[in-house]
């Protein structure tokens, strides 16, 4: 089958890469659309040390596995558990400490034709909901975890640094609570976006920190939107960090101390929330969608990905 896999950082389009082996437990599914995300770019540049199949956000066709689950189309969690550690055993699974992580961590990803996915990873996508929906449900689910970490109401004072394809899920899902919402950015097309959906933008020359947002939600995947956060949050505030990518050196996290802020890292959150936010039309996703690229033309779309005046890039892998 198709595949686009990472050896020692070299990224490469393989037309023979071995079906995948399906253990206990698993299903067979066929890939329709895969999204590229900040992740898989971070993990070609070296992050994780990843070695194998590339990609994690995906909607497909079940091929093999059980009766009720058999050619239904589904998305799938990416965080593959043993259930029997003391994080498993909490309730923590996605926190698993034998955790392997569908295309970042020691499992092949869906950059291909099939993948093979513990059953219990899948969720059914209701027909009011489009592949080209569906795709987004990883980082939408990412977006909820942000409400499900931090309580935010209506007279929350909440700003979203970095207005990418991240940023943007995350403000719309802000937006929801009805609470005091800018988005502070630097690409005046996507601070446009969020005008457009009523969303406040803020051009981040022309920001002046105040110290006064009660929440800062970090999605810039820079080194550098720490720092910000941290001149805008006020004291006892909350920054909720998205970005995986190391801090910069010589960061003053003074501020920190002093201002007593709560410094929150969230990564995976609820598909049942995400799923149903997209079947009730809550959150527009199509619109962040740039471009579609077949399988095959791979290497363009990651170059693509890495371009900052885009926002999703979607691989298409097969018909649905
Ligand atoms: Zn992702
Ligand atoms: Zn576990």
Redesign the pocket.
């Known amino acids: 089958m198709r595949a686009v896999t990472v050896r020692n950082g070299n990224v490469a389009l393989v037309h023979d890469h071995p079906e995948p082996e399906v253990r206990e437990g698993e299903c067979l599914v066929r890939v329709h659309l895969a999204g590229i995300c900040a992740t898989d770019l971070h993990i070609i540049n070296g992050y994780m040390n990843f070695d194998g199949v590339l990609g994690h956000e995906m909607v497909g066709t079940v091929v093999s596995g059980p009766s009720e689950l058999r050619d239904k189309r589904v998305v799938c969690e990416i965080n593959c ?5 003391d ?2 055993s909490a309730g923590l ?1 996605n926190h ?4 392997t992580v569908i295309g970042i961590d020691r499992r092949d990803g869906c950059f291909a034709d099939q993948i093979a996915v513990p059953q219990r990873n899948l969720h059914l996508v209701p027909d009011a909901v489009s592949d080209e929906e569906a795709v987004f449900v990883e980082p939408l689910a990412a977006a909820y975890q942000v409400v499900a970490q931090c309580p935010i109401e209506s007279h929350t004072n909440v700003s979203v640094l970095g207005p990418g394809r991240l940023g943007l899920l995350v403000a719309q899902v802000l937006a929801q609570r009805g609470c005091k919402l800018t988005v502070v950015g630097r690409n005046p097309a996507k601070l446009e976006m969020c005008e457009k959906k009523g969303i406040q933008a803020i051009h981040v020359d022309d920001l002046v920190p105040r110290h006064d947002r009660d929440v800062v939600v970090e999605c810039t995947g820079a080194p550098e939107g720490l720092g910000i956060a941290l001149a805008m949050v006020r004291p006892r505030g909350t920054i909720v960090l998205k970005s995986t990518c190391a801090g910069p050196g010589g960061i003053n996290l003074a501020s920190l101390v002093i201002h007593e802020v709560t410094l929150l890292g969230s990564r995976c959150g609820p598909f049942p929330e995400a799923l149903d936010a997209l079947a009730r039309k809550a959150v527009d996703v199509r619109s962040l969608i740039s471009r579609t690229f077949p399988l095959d033309q791979a290497p363009e779309a990651l170059e693509a990905a890495g371009n900052p005046s885009n926002l999703k890039i979607l691989l298409k892998c097969n018909a649905r």
């Open positions: 558990v043993c259930r029997k550690c994080m498993c699974a698993c400490r034998n955790r």
